[in-house]
């Protein structure tokens, strides 16, 4: 079967640092992604790793242990505007490694 | 930048219609995605298509068809819309494995 877990939602303040985690068991692997999603937005792309290791982009990390099946996203000098969801999801390896699967979403807000 | 298309941003619609939502994509991407969008369960695949005509099923295609005539542009289609089918409905689109999915801005779809 295929499950990814996150938190569903965490509060943070303003200038602080926040980790969201994802835990994932799915039937293969290539790649994990996260992605941003604001009130009645769309998703957009935050960072994507493949490799074991961290990937940093900014204010925004994301690191993945592969023979854990964890990926955190870190978030660094909170901003009011980071209050949104983040949807955690991994590439399986079936359908010809094309199918995206998504876990819940954590729901972050910013508290000034 | 790439851009994804979904042809209504909000829709009411009677038990029984047949209802088509459609999606366009500028950058030739090969494969695109339909999900439904629900609070506590995230984003769940209905249809995805890796090439035009060919088509594979999600993990909640019951009661959905899709139609992918031309690689630009990915239909869903409610046969005969229900009530349990209200929801926000994301459609996608990516090149390859390994590559993030681009999403369009959402249709919420009211079923009364």
């Known amino acids: 079967g295929q499950n990814i877990d996150q938190p569903t939602e965490m509060t943070a303040t303003e200038g602080a640092i926040v980790q969201i985690n994802c835990t994932y068991q799915?039937?293969?692997?290539?790649?994990l992604f996260w992605y941003q999603q604001h009130a009645g937005e769309a998703p957009t792309f935050l960072s994507y790793n493949v490799l074991d290791g961290l990937e940093e982009k900014g204010r925004f990390s994301s690191f993945l242990s592969r023979s854990k099946g964890y990926s955190y996203l870190l978030l660094k000098e909170l901003q009011m505007k980071d209050s949104a969801s983040y949807l955690c999801a991994v590439r399986d390896t079936d359908n010809y490694g094309q199918n995206f699967v998504f876990g819940p979403g954590t729901r972050l807000s910013v508290l000034p | 930048d790439v851009k994804v298309t979904q042809s209504s941003r909000y829709l009411v619609k009677r038990t029984g219609e047949k209802v088509f939502l459609e999606c366009v994509q500028d950058?030739?991407?090969?494969?695109m995605f339909w999900y439904r969008q629900d609070p506590g369960l995230g984003l769940r695949l209905i249809y995805f298509?890796?090439?035009?005509?060919?088509?594979e099923k999600g993990d909640i295609p019951e009661g959905y068809s899709v139609s992918r005539e031309k690689k630009e542009r990915f239909s869903l289609i409610l046969e005969s819309a229900s009530t349990n089918q209200t929801s926000m409905y994301l459609c996608?689109?990516?090149?390859?494995?390994?590559?993030?999915?681009?999403f369009g801005q959402g249709t919420r779809l009211t079923v009364v």
């Open positions: 996608a689109s990516s090149i390859q494995p390994n590559t993030e999915a681009f």
């Open positions: 799915t039937s293969g692997f290539n790649g």
């Open positions: 298509s890796y090439d035009v005509k060919m088509k």
């Open positions: 950058m030739d991407h090969e494969n």
